[in-house]
């Protein structure tokens, strides 16, 4: 029932607009709410689960390197471990690095484990499922679909090489509709901008450009890129590193921390009123 439901969505998403096709769907949506015939909350998950087939599993992954995954000999004791640590039900295992992703360990499957301490507790060979390898570069929507019909919550996605590229989970992509999910396992994440005194900002690289050009009149235009990271790894030519000085639209982007994979905080400054834009500086 679940993938006959999901088949459906699309069709009647558009049989609801049925006769107007002339105008894109994205406009009827905002139209029916400002005319009162959708709710607010309700046009904004009709629009997010349309932008699903405009976004990659590239732009909302786990990183290769933030991977929180065991080796195939580390056994089911380092295994559960890291579990109870972290909060995970579910923790990819790798045969001598991380671009060799052989299996998913489920918390269930370990159960046995723990309320027979007497028992021999079996490989991670034998306990782990086959994952999910999925392209980088496939589409939300499609991802979505794909979770559903294949009932696995979890696939790691492999870069143009064939090597690992990052993890991607259902939880994932359903926050890119509903937003942040958290549970009691999750840690209090800070907020994704700060507002500092001077007019400097501090802005988590996923901070949306449509939202920093919104909130506070700072336009960073990109064909490509959506978020702040992007944009400054799109302006660098590569992933930018911790010290490196961007300036445009008026602001000194400092990048405060990051890794090979992403960019994760960033400063903003205003610049003087004489300061030219945009240049690149320390790279």
Known sequence: MEDESEGRIWPLIHKLFRGRADHPLEELIQEAEEEGEVGVQDATVLL?????????????????????????????????????????SRIPIYHENRDNMIGVVHARDLLKFLVEPGGAAAPLSEVMRRPLYIPETKNLRDMLTQFQKERIHIAIAMDEYGGTSGLVTLEDVLEEIVGEIEDEHDPTRPAEFQELDGGKLKLHGRFPLEELAERFSIELNSEQMETLGGYLSELAGRIPRQGDIFEAAGYRFTIIEANKRLVRWVLAEPLPQSASTPEQENL
């Open 48 to 88: 997010k689960v349309l932008a699903l087939g405009k976004k990659l599993v590239a732009d909302v992954m786990v990183p290769r390197m933030d991977i929180v995954c065991c080796d195939v000999e580390d056994g089911t004791a380092e295994v559960i471990r890291q579990m109870i640590e972290r909060g995970h």
